[in-house]
């Protein structure tokens, strides 16, 4: 590999580590925190789906900011963002603030998060493709996920650890420190190549010019559509189930005070996305297809919320926990890289953008739904109707399938997407 993707590669990977060990302090205990602070199991997720409405909302203004300002006046803005929110988010803890509260705030986060979806990727792409990078996105992707589950591990636990010593605030102070040091990485290694910025005369008209550009580059085009309508159902189940293992793991431990093993649970995460990421390659080669790698991955993972939810033992949904996660972390390099191969460098983070705001949507959805059956019913009955919703992201990535994309094939490099506009 040459010097210059050498330098691409280091700082992908550098943002990606402190971006993830800066988020990941509160991974374990936000929804401790949040219940902590007066609210219901509803009331919880309500604000967590509020942070998912806050990006579908923004993201894709967002993406149009990093498509004409650039990628990396996008991240700093992020990083800046969730360092104020997290502030608020403190302040509001302290205060036992209502609900309405709790809603913007987190709205303001997924603004935050926003800025980086799409611009990081999208970054991360034509930057190699500039420097002349050979191999394969797969294996970058890979890589990056390693990245983050170390991140998530270590953050994960730390976090929990100091909860645990101290009060469910410090995680959240130690996020700020941690997102300052994060703005002045990106400040001082972080340089837009193979993109150039432009300033938008008219920001309205350069907005919907953008959009409908991205849209031809995305739903418009049938092979990056359907894998895009998949996203709603596993991406919000994704979320429900991750940050309500905290309470359940807790249920089924006995112990709701055991911050550490809450934390735990977040770090199991983390340490199955390791996994995952390194067995990216060699799971590619059981496959000819990336959707048919999806196909099995998202039924898999169907099964495993199953075992969670029927399971009275906290060591089977640790087990259940850890092949979830892992299949999920093999997973998506495998969807970037098909999805990257699809679209155009000019449109890339408003697509990319447009890709996550689908999944927001879906989380908006089904968050506090999932919460409100947790509430009535139990966690485990939550975890059962996640899995039924999981398993509607089949048929849209079946037919992506029969598409046959040219960046489907295994054995195909995705990394030069198609110049044509794809057709609807």
Excluded: C
């Excluded at 849209?396 to 044509?420: G, Q, V």
């Amino acid at each position: 590999m040459n010097p210059a993707a050498q330098q691409v590669q280091r700082t992908y990977l550098s943002l990606t580590l402190l971006s993830t060990f800066s988020a990941s302090f509160i991974f374990g205990i936000n929804t401790l925190f949040l219940l902590d602070a007066g609210l219901s199991a509803t009331e919880a997720f309500v604000a967590n789906a509020f942070f998912t409405a806050g990006m579908v909302i923004f993201e894709i203004p967002t993406g149009v900011v990093a498509d004409t300002w650039g990628r990396r006046a996008s991240f700093l803005l992020g990083a800046a963002t969730l360092l104020l929110s997290t502030f608020v988010y403190l302040a509001l803890w302290q205060i036992e603030a209502p609900i309405w509260q709790w809603a913007l705030a987190s709205a303001f986060i997924g603004l935050g998060f926003t800025f980086f979806s799409g611009a990081v990727e999208a970054w991360l792409v034509d930057a190699l493709n500039f420097t002349n990078y050979e191999g394969t996105l797969d294996a970058v992707f890979a890589k990056g996920q390693v990245t983050a589950g170390i991140a998530m591990l270590s953050g994960s636990v730390v976090g929990g650890f100091v909860a645990q010593l101290t009060n469910l605030g410090v995680p959240y102070v130690l996020r700020v420190v941690m997102l300052g040091l994060t703005f002045l990485v990106a400040y001082l290694y972080m340089r837009d190549l193979g993109f150039k910025a432009h300033s938008a005369k008219h920001p309205i008209a350069e907005m919907k010019k953008i959009t409908s550009e991205s849209l031809d580059h995305g739903l418009r085009s049938p092979p990056v559509r359907w894998i895009m309508l998949a996203s709603p159902f596993t991406a919000g189940v994704g979320i429900y189930a991750f940050y309500a293992m905290q309470p359940y793991l807790l249920e089924l431990y006995g112990d709701p005070n055991a911050y550490t093993v809450a934390g735990l649970a977040a770090a199991i995460v983390a340490g199955a996305q390791i996994a995952g990421g390194l067995l990216v390659e060699r799971i590619r080669r059981l496959f000819d297809n990336r959707t048919t790698l999806l196909i099995t991955s998202t039924a898999l993972s169907g099964v495993m919320l199953l075992v969670i939810g029927l399971t009275n033992s906290f060591w089977v949904a640790i087990g259940g926990l850890v092949v979830w996660a892992m299949l999920f972390a093999a997973s998506m390099p495998v969807r970037q890289a098909y999805i990257n191969g699809l679209i155009p460098s000019q449109q890339r983070a408003t697509v990319l953008s447009f890709d996550a705001l689908l999944g927001s949507s879906g989380a908006v959805a089904s968050q506090p739904a999932l919460g409100r059956v947790a509430d009535v019913y139990s966690y485990s009955t939550s975890y059962l109707v996640s899995a039924v919703i999981q398993v509607g992201a089949l048929p849209f990535i079946s037919l992506a399938r029969r598409e046959k994309a040219h960046s489907d094939p295994m054995r195909t490099d995705p990394e030069t997407p198609a110049e044509s506009t794809p057709s609807a």
